[in-house]
C-alpha cells in the first residue's frame, strides 16, 4: 500500500483545513487509518485513527472536538478536517495504515502502522 498525504498548507488561528490521504491498492478497507503529526524538535505524536469501516474513531485529547477522522474506502481515502487550528498544531502531518493493530490502545501506538505516508506540512500562524 502507498499513501500519498495532501492538504497542508499556511493558515491563520481559528482557520481550517482538510488534509487527505491518498491510498494505492484494492485492499483499503483491509487497514485501520490514522493521522500522526511531529513538529520541529519534538518526537512524533498520534492525532487520530479509524477503523476498518470508518465505525470508530480515536482522538488525542489536544485534537479531540476540533479535529475529524473520516474514510471514504470507495475513493481509497481517509480525511483529517481539522477546525479552530491553534499555533501548536503546526506540524508535518504523516497518514499511516495499519493491517493488524494490536493492544487496548492500539491506535496510539505507531508500531501498528505498517505503512506511512510522506508528510504535508500544516502552519497555523497566530
Known amino acids: 500500500v502507498q499513501l500519498q498525504a495532501s492538504g497542508g498548507g499556511l493558515v491563520q488561528a481559528g482557520g481550517s483545513l482538510r488534509l487527505s490521504c491518498a491510498a494505492s491498492?484494492?485492499?483499503?478497507?483491509?487497514?485501520?487509518m490514522g493521522w500522526f503529526r511531529q513538529a520541529p524538535g519534538k518526537e512524533r505524536e498520534f492525532v487520530a485513527a479509524i477503523s476498518w469501516s470508518g465505525g470508530y474513531t480515536y482522538y488525542a485529547d489536544s485534537v479531540k472536538g476540533r479535529f475529524t477522522i473520516s474514510r471514504d474506502n470507495a475513493k481509497n481515502t481517509v480525511y483529517l478536517q481539522m477546525n479552530s487550528l491553534k499555533p501548536e498544531d503546526t506540524a508535518v502531518y504523516y497518514c499511516?495504515?495499519?493491517?493488524?493493530?494490536?493492544?487496548?490502545?492500539?491506535?496510539?501506538?505507531?508500531?501498528?502502522?505498517?505503512?506511512w505516508g510522506q508528510g504535508t506540512q500544516v502552519t497555523v500562524s497566530s
Open positions: 499511516a495504515g495499519g493491517a493488524s493493530p494490536s493492544g487496548s490502545r492500539w491506535y496510539r501506538d505507531s508500531t501498528n502502522y505498517e505503512y
Open positions: 491498492g484494492r485492499t483499503f478497507s483491509s487497514y485501520v
